[in-house]
């Protein structure tokens, strides 16, 4: 007797667990109308960097949604709201670097040996200069006002 294997997959352990829905910032507060000058309920649904938060973050059903942005972009066009604002973050300076290690006193570049150079040491510098001579054929200037 061959046994039989199951069609069915072995369901993950959290599958049965469901998140908890989020609820409304708009239903907690009683909110009815959204307006674009209530600055401080618009920037609850937006991020640092001045994105809208989705729907599953923010906890807003469609329709809610939908009302929050046209509030949001109607600010953002009167000036209230940011496009964008610029998180920097602090830079480490080049003193900082020690992953690097200390490279010490350097060389002059050309001191080093990083591959292969002209023979000639770098205090004696060789200069060819290859001369060629070409014959000058004489040229005589005649001219045609009177001649004596």
């Known amino acids: 007797m061959a046994k039989t294997r199951s069609t069915r997959?072995?369901?993950?352990?959290?599958?049965?667990r469901r998140s908890k829905k989020k609820i409304s910032p708009l239903l907690t507060?009683?909110?009815?109308?959204?307006?674009?000058?209530?600055?401080?309920?618009l920037r609850r649904f937006m991020s640092d960097r001045a994105k809208l938060k989705a729907r599953?973050?923010?906890g807003n059903d469609s329709q809610q949604q939908r009302v929050v942005a046209?509030?949001?972009?109607?600010?953002?066009?009167?000036?209230?709201?940011p496009y964008a604002t610029k998180v920097t973050t602090q830079r480490r300076s080049?003193?900082?670097?020690s992953d690097r290690g200390d490279r010490g006193d350097r060389r002059p570049r050309e001191d080093r040996?990083?591959?292969?150079?002209?023979?000639?040491?770098?205090?004696?510098?060789?200069?060819?200069v290859e001369?060629?001579?070409?014959?000058?054929?004489?040229v005589e200037t005649v001219t045609s006002e009177g001649e004596s």
């Open 113 to 128: 040996s990083d591959g292969p150079r002209s023979e000639a040491s770098p205090g004696e510098a060789e200069a060819v």
């Open 29 to 41: 507060d009683n909110v009815d109308f959204v307006d674009y000058k209530d600055v401080d309920l």
């Open 9 to 16: 997959r072995a369901k993950p352990k959290d599958a049965n």
């Open 56 to 58: 599953r973050v923010s």
């Open 70 to 81: 046209r509030a949001v972009k109607n600010a953002r066009e009167m000036g209230l709201l």
């Open 131 to 138: 001369v060629v001579e070409a014959p000058v054929e004489a």
């Open 94 to 97: 080049r003193s900082d670097r």
